[in-house]
Nanobody
Framework: QVQLVESGGGLVQAGGSLSLSCVVS????????MGWFRQAPGKEREFVAS????????YYADSVKGRFIISRDFAKNTVYLQMNSLQLEDTAHYYC?????????????????WGQGTQVTVSS
């Protein structure tokens, strides 16, 4: 049983930074592609960033490119999302996801396991 637990969300002013963590248990993250998604009230869940298991290649949504960084700590079996220069529109519930055979990293259905998420609120 693979379990994902996110943490690190909170309230931050625009322009600030937050670092989200996703601790994975049950399987090693080296076997999985890992992704971060977010969902704002009244909106669809959207892709934020991903890290491929094949070589750790990363991919970002255009809206966060240059501001967010996804990374892995294999010793801690943890995936991180460093979020810098936060904007009001980054406010959302952020989810970590893991998938064994992810071909389309931006597609939520490609991922097999999800955490409960952590709330990020950016204020002006």
């Amino acid at each position: 049983q693979v379990q994902l637990v996110e943490s690190g969300g909170g309230l931050v002013q625009a322009g600030g930074s937050l670092s989200l963590s996703c601790v994975v248990s049950g399987r090693t993250i080296s076997s999985y592609s890992m992704g971060w998604f977010r969902q704002a009230p009244g909106k669809e869940r959207e892709f934020v960033a991903s890290s491929s298991w094949r070589g750790g290649g990363t991919y970002y949504a255009d809206s966060v490119k240059g501001r967010f960084i996804i990374s892995r700590d294999f010793a801690k079996n943890t995936v991180y999302l460093q979020m810098n220069s936060l904007q009001l529109e980054d406010t959302a519930h952020y989810y970590c996801a893991a998938g064994r055979s992810v071909l389309r990293a931006t597609v939520a259905d490609e991922y097999n396991y999800w955490g409960q998420g952590t709330q990020v609120t950016v204020s002006s």
